[in-house]
């Protein structure tokens, strides 16, 4: 049952695509209905608001239509749809990358060591705690930690070093860590 | 234990990142539509979509003339003691209607009633055009009484014939007689001159080698050319992306179905083996705040294919020289693919993925594989002996093989062509 399922899934996904490649509204209005929850879930780890991460998902399914004859059959759409969104979210990151500022280390991290605050914290909040990241920091976690990029490739695509993109996660996991803490502090006192 | 909690909130972090979902929102493709470009049909595509028309116009006006122009006149070779006459005639004394018009209908019917005797085919067809007959009566303004009708004809060049004849039966009385005449005496040569160029209507189907006299070079009985022939084609192939020459061939039987029509069918051979790298990237100029194009995947493509065509093609002879000819080809190929092999490796950053599709021989049979358009030139070198070279497109309407794949192509022969069978000694 499954099975048929995903067969008759892909069979609908491959006329969706054949759809859109001829330009077709209702193809592209039914795949972007299919996928919008998957691509605004990306796009809203790697901004720091609902309004940024729309920008991010309109501009990846604007590619995705122009591009979608490059598309292969071979390939797992939502793979490459997932590729789409990173480098659509990196290009952003890039544009806007003149007007950041560097982000400061706070010293004087509080140590925290209770794993159990982690079980307790809702997907939603771990998403609120990964926008409330400055940008960099946000899109070293997301690149390492989620999409399984290393150091040298981060560096690569954000025009940084090595070195610099291992700092920076360091950074971001103190800061994520500092957030819980203050989190779980208000929690209690709540 | 700061190693340990890291590593736990990374996983606890990476887990509800990858499960967080949204729903979907209607107001989320309202915006997108706006900021989409309106779709444009590119004139080319229209034209893709015509040419279709036009060619399939071109075919069917080709059949349609070959049909035609096999049309010859029947020649009636009938022996003296040819069977019977059928009239049936209202009496109509003040209009004296067409007697021409009630005669082709069913005359074994008729004749079953007169007599129980049933007509042969050969009989109906002789008087099945017997206006000529009939109508000087009626341009006399004689009234035609059933019954009557041959013994009151007058004596022009075919009645005194006809007035031979004897009536053998009648049916029905009065007004809705029916007469049925034996007629002794019908030569051949008469019917045949009267109904020559009166009787135009019918349809024949297309017979090999009928008119040998307009073309001097159809000397030859039956479906009388085999040619043998290399034909290399550049293969337009969007699926695989690896456009090339493929080399084929091929045999084929011709033979005429008129001074000007040939029909060729024939069956060719192709094999290729490809292999071919490509890297995609993402067009920063279609997309706006796209700065750098990116490379999205690169795709490298290896395998093999063979396949049978089997053109069926209409050969209009456009020149005919001493020793040269001149053909525009029409047809359409039937198509069945042989082994099949294709292989992807394909490489999106650092994750690889190889897919592998193989395909036994006759899986793959496409009835209309192509439609082709070409030229062919045929140079005779002896009597019997011609080399030829032709020229062609062929287009395909769907998708060929496993993949499938859209193979338009360019196709070129050269070949010998031997024409065989005994000689027409008329």
Known sequence: ?190 | MKESFENKMSNRFREALENYQVQYDQRAWERLSKEMPSRQVSPWKRWKFVKWWLGGILVAGLIMYGYLSTYKPEVINQSSQNSVFLSEKKADNQSGMDAGNTLPVSPFVLNKKASGELLSKEAGSALKSPQSVLKPSQQKGESLLPGKYLENAPEDEMSPKLIAGKIVGRIGQGDHQTTREQLTELPAREISTTTKNKHRVGFKFPEINLDFSKNPNSHFVGPNKVSIYYNPEFQMEKTLRNPGLVHGLGIEFEGPINSTINLAVGVSYFSKQYSGSETFRLDSSKVSGLQVPFVDSTITRTGKYQFLEMPVTLRLNLYSGQRAQLFFDGGFSAIVFLNQEYNTHTVVNLDETNNNIKQKAWKNIHPLGSLNLGLTYRYSLSERFSICGSVGYKNHLSGLGSLPMKLDRFSGKVGVVYRFGRKNVN
Not at chain 1, 28 to 53: D, N, P, T, V
Not at chain 1, 116 to 131: G, H, N, P
Not at chain 1, 140 to 167: D, K
Request: hydrophobic share 40%.
């Open chain 1, 1 to 190: 049952m499954v099975f048929r399922k995903k067969i008759e899934g892909t069979f609908r996904l491959e006329k969706l695509i054949k759809g859109c490649s001829k330009g077709d509204r209702k193809a592209q209005e039914a795949l972007f209905s299919l996928y919008y929850g998957y691509a605004m879930s990306i796009s809203l780890r790697y901004s720091h608001c609902h309004e940024k991460a729309a920008d991010i998902t309109n501009d990846s399914f604007l590619k995705v239509f122009i591009n979608i004859q490059l598309f292969r059959e071979e390939a797992e759409f939502k793979f490459w749809l997932r590729k789409i969104i990173v480098n659509t979210a990196l290009d952003h990151y890039r544009k806007e990358k003149k007007h950041e500022n560097q982000v400061p280390l706070e010293s004087g991290f509080n140590e925290l060591t209770d794993e159990s605050v982690l079980d307790q914290l809702q997907s939603e909040d771990i998403l609120k705690l990964v926008q409330a990241l400055p940008e960099i920091y946000r899109f070293i976690f997301n690149l390492y930690e989620v999409e399984g990029y290393s150091h040298e490739e981060i560096a690569s695509v954000l025009g940084t070093t090595a070195g610099t993109s291992r700092a920076n996660l360091s950074r971001a996991k103190h800061l994520l860590r500092q957030m819980i803490l203050n989190l779980s502090a208000y929690e209690r006192i709540v």
